[in-house]
T-cell receptor
C-alpha cells in the first residue's frame, strides 16, 4: 500500500492566521481525501482532492475556509484559513491507490489554535 | 447515503477475555467494509477489510470480522485480547461501484483491556 508523508505533524497557531498542511504520497493514487478528527470524535470527510480541478467539498465545509490544491497524482495541500479555536483538531490525509480498494491514512496533523 | 453505526462507544474487558465490537451499516448499494484501529496518539491503521468473496476476514493479529448482508453488520471479534489491543476501533464503509468512493466512519469504539 502507499506510504504517506504528512507535514507538519503538529502546530500551535494564533487565531486569525492560516496553516497549510502537505500530503506527499510515494506512488500515484487515484483518490486523495482530507479528514478532520475533532477531539474525542470520529473522522469527518472535509473534501475529495481532485487532480487538476477544484476539490469536492462535503456539506458543512467550504472552499474559502479549507482551500485544497492537488497539482499532481502524488501531492495535495489543505489550508485551514482564518483559524479559530474551534478549528483545533487532527487533520488527516487519506489516499486510495490505483487498483487498490483499501484506504491509507497519513499520521495526521495535530492543530491547536490559541 | 451510506452510514455506519457502532453500537458501543466503550468496551472494557479483562485480558485474555473474548471481545466483540459491533458495527452496522446502511447503504442503498453494495459496499466495501473496513475496520481501522487508532492507538493512543497515533494515526489510523487498517485492521482488515471486506471487498468480496468469503464473508469472514481475518487480520494478522488475531482479529476477525464477518460480513452479514442480511443483518447489514460487520462485527469485529477476537477470542482472547491483550493489553496491547487497547485502542479506538473505527468501522467504515465505502460504496461499491459508481463514482462515490468516499469512506464513511462510525463514531468509534474505545476498547480498554484491563489486567
Amino acid at each position: 500500500s502507499a506510504v504517506i508523508s504528512q507535514k507538519p505533524s503538529r502546530d500551535i497557531c494564533q487565531r486569525g492566521t492560516s496553516l497549510t498542511i502537505q500530503c506527499q504520497v510515494d506512488s500515484q493514487v487515484t483518490m486523495m481525501f482530507w479528514y478532520r478528527q475533532q477531539p474525542g470524535q470520529s473522522l469527518t470527510l472535509i473534501a475529495t482532492a481532485n487532480q487538476g480541478s477544484e476539490a469536492t467539498y462535503e456539506s458543512g465545509f467550504v472552499i474559502d475556509k479549507f482551500p485544497i490544491s492537488r497539482p499532481n497524482l502524488t501531492f495535495s495541500t489543505l489550508t485551514v484559513s482564518n483559524m479559530s479555536p474551534e478549528d483545533s483538531s487532527i487533520y488527516l490525509c487519506s489516499v486510495r491507490g490505483i487498483g487498490d480498494y483499501g484506504y491509507t491514512f497519513g499520521s495526521g496533523t495535530r492543530l491547536t489554535v490559541v | 447515503a451510506q452510514s455506519v453505526t457502532q453500537l458501543d462507544s466503550q468496551v472494557p474487558v479483562f485480558e485474555e477475555a473474548p471481545v466483540e465490537l459491533r458495527c452496522n451499516y446502511s447503504s442503498s448499494v453494495s459496499v466495501y467494509l473496513f475496520w481501522y484501529v487508532q492507538y493512543p496518539n497515533q494515526g489510523l491503521q487498517l485492521l482488515l477489510k471486506y471487498l468480496s468473496g468469503s464473508t469472514l476476514v481475518e487480520s494478522i493479529n488475531g482479529f476477525e470480522a464477518e460480513f452479514n448482508k442480511s443483518q447489514t453488520s460487520f462485527h469485529l471479534r477476537k477470542p482472547s485480547v491483550h493489553i496491547s489491543d487497547t485502542a479506538e476501533y473505527f468501522c467504515a464503509v465505502s460504496e461499491y461501484g459508481g463514482s462515490n468512493y468516499k469512506l464513511t466512519f462510525g463514531k468509534g469504539t474505545l476498547l480498554t483491556v484491563n489486567p
